[in-house]
């Protein structure tokens, strides 16, 4: 059976061609298109579908945002996405629309060890719930519930859950975004765009200029523009920002594990971990996440992984394709 699986962001979308027999599923082709550039997510598909040959029977696109029945409307696009219209469109049988943190969750048992960068070991053999949270245009969070088997995937909008501080430093930070943005949730502090809020902040902070390396930077490039600043050390702000973000991180990880109480495993997955890999292998990362009082001890046992294979909510949705009988959605 051959599946058009798709990863939709706010920055870019990735689809690819899987070919699944049984159990066994093959990403055979892939492609990654500008999101931005079109206006919804039907020409990218009838795009996609030029290359491939046709004879798709299934899709399932993973995307950004709260999936209700067969629409939906992106959380960072401005597109209203119709799993009828795109069948339409298409003459794909079957289209089914999932959550992308939903769609990493099926994607981990696609998995092997080289996929995945470990920060904390925990317990041998660790069983049990487990929770992934990532970190990319937005912030994602899903409950990884285990049956005995394998993990099922739950969505959530816990990345728009209110954003708290841990101390004086975050407080005056909390401020600062309020007046910006009124609800402060944990993506404005813990995404790309986060990133870039954290990086004004300090500069507000500093009583320090916009420095013009930073304005010339467009869109997502800014946040890299950060990273880079802060590994040169270029920029004191640039190292703040990246250092509170590591710690942000931890912290609101350990959060969704204490959630979920995620005993299987914590994992990392995003665009922006794998490329701050070196700050997360720092004991910041590490103490924020543990840093939960009576519940410490508990947080150290839990294994914590950074996903690297970054076409995994591709795996993921083509699993769930699988898994449906045609026209179920």
Known sequence: ???VAGDIGGTHSRLGLVEATGDTSRLVEERIFPSS????LEPIVADFLSGTGGGCQRACFAIAGPVAGRRMHTTNLPWQVDADAIEAATGIATVILMNDLEAVGWGIGELSAPDFLVLNDGEPEATGNG??????TGLGVAALIWDG?????IPSEGGHADFAPADELQAELLGFLARRYG???WERVLSG???VNLFEFFLSRAGVEIPAWFEAAEGGDRAAAVVEAAASRDS???LAAVELFVRLYGAAAGNAALTFLARGGVFLGGGIAPKIADWLRRPAFRTSFAAKGRMSGLLEKMPVKVILNDSVALLGAARRATLVRDNSG
Request: proline share 11%; no cysteine; aromatic share 8%.
């Open 131 to 136: 929770v992934v949270i990532a970190a990319g």
């Open 37 to 40: 550039d079109y206006p919804g």
């Open 1 to 3: 059976m051959r599946i």
């Open 183 to 185: 609800h402060v949730s």
């Open 193 to 195: 765009p986060g990133l």
């Open 149 to 153: 088997a394998r993990f099922r995937p």
């Open 236 to 238: 004191d702000a640039a």
